[in-house]
Every structure is written in C-alpha cells, then in structure tokens.
C-alpha cells in the first residue's frame, strides 16, 4: 500500500523553541494532508488540513499561528509548532489523501516532548 | 456534534478467542464507518469499511456491521491470533474516507499464545 512517512519520530526541545515536523509521501502524490493530534489515552484530533499550493484549513480552536502547515508539494507537508510549550507536548500524526483510493494514508507519528 | 465512542481497554485475549470491540457513533447525516488498527511503531492502517446501512465491511478475518438502528459498528473476529495484538481505532466521516475523520479513543487488544 501507500506510504507516509514522518520525520523525525522523536523530538525533544527546550521552551520557547520551534519544532518542524515533515511528513512526506513516498509513492504517491496526496493533493491533500492531514495533520492530527493524539493525547495519551484519547482519539487522535483533526488539527487542520493542508491542500498543496494553498493554505491550510485549521479547526476550530486550533491556533494558526501556533502551528503552522505548509504544503509546498504533492509529497511533502510541514508542521511547525512555534514558540513550543509543555502543553504542546504531544503525538502528532500526519495523513496523506490518496484521491484515487478515496482514503488517507497515515504516518507513523512524531512524539513532541517540550521541556 | 459528530462522535465516536468505543469500548475501553486494554483487552487481552488468549490465541483463537473471539474477539468484540464496541463502537457506537453519534453524527449529523449518513456518515461512512471505518476501523483502523495501527500496529506497534507503525502509522495507522485502514482495516474496514462501510458506507451504507446494513452493509459489511470485512478484512483479514475481521467483520463489522453498520447497525442504523442501534448507531453502532462493532468489530468482530471469530478467532485472534498473536499477530492481532494493536490498537484499535473506530472512525466516522460524512464526506468519505479521503475526507475529515473523527476518531474514537482506541482499543488496544494483546493476544497472549
């Protein structure tokens, strides 16, 4: 099947700091990305969704300038937690829309320590 | 508002024991259902899916039925197998699966041998 991968998996950084996350399409091309994020023990949060070449849709309650998507190409999306915080430790989880198979494919999750 | 709710874990199973996992949903309009399991160290990984009232979906062993009437879409697998053990998430969406999804909570299921 479709992969998506993410990168990197594990990131811990200092308050204050900014975090990028990719997340990256390896075999096919996903006119959209969606970007979700996970607490421990709770369903994974639809935080916004990126479609290549215009701005992403973020959800409701979801800060824009706090985390910031850009989806420069059919393979690669980024997310960018800005001015990061304990509270913005999380799982992120990145999903790529294969339009063909009506279906997102997910990647494996980047795990956001802030310390 | 759209939700899903599905049974709590952690479930632990000994190998060839059947297996039930609980979803029930709430939604605005006809949603598609779906179960993803996602294996340890893994991303998630669509299992099933059913679009309609009353269709099956079925994957690998696994079946679930979209229940209307009881807004409901258990996962079922008459025997498990070491190789089962993961989490497992149930899935709504109003647009078809390529679109916006809500998500449950997540079972995680081990198979003991």
């Known amino acids: 099947g479709a992969v998506v991968s993410q990168h990197p998996s594990r990131v811990i950084c200092k308050s204050g700091t900014s975090v990028k996350i990719e997340c990256r399409s390896l075999?096919?091309?996903?006119?959209?990305m969606f970007w979700y994020r996970q607490f421990p023990k709770q369903s994974l949060m639809l935080m916004a969704t990126?479609?290549?070449?215009?701005?992403?849709?973020?959800e409701q309650g979801v800060e824009k300038d706090k985390f910031l998507i850009n989806h420069a190409s059919l393979t690669l999306s980024t997310l960018t937690v800005t001015s990061a915080h304990p509270e913005d430790s999380s799982f992120y989880i990145c999903?790529?829309?294969?339009?063909?198979?009506?279906?997102?494919?997910f990647g494996p999750g980047t795990r956001l320590t802030v310390l | 508002g759209n939700s899903v709710t599905q049974m709590e874990g952690p479930v632990t199973l000994s190998e060839e024991a059947f297996l039930t996992i609980n979803c029930t949903y709430t939604a605005t309009g006809y949603p598609s259902l779906f179960w993803y399991v996602q294996y340890p160290g893994e991303g998630l990984q669509l299992l099933l899916k059913?679009?309609?009232?009353?269709d099956k979906g079925s994957n690998k062993g696994f079946e679930a039925t979209y229940r209307k009437e009881t807004t409901s879409f258990h996962l079922e697998k008459g025997s498990v197998q070491v190789s089962d053990s993961a989490v497992y998430f149930c899935a709504l969406s109003l647009r078809g699966g390529s679109e916006k999804l809500v998500f449950g909570k997540g079972t995680k299921l081990t198979v003991n041998p």
């Open positions: 999903s790529a829309r294969f339009f063909m198979l009506d279906e997102q494919f």
């Open positions: 990126s479609n290549e070449g215009s701005k992403a849709t973020y």
């Open positions: 075999d096919f091309q996903a006119t959209t």
């Open positions: 059913a679009t309609k009232a009353d």
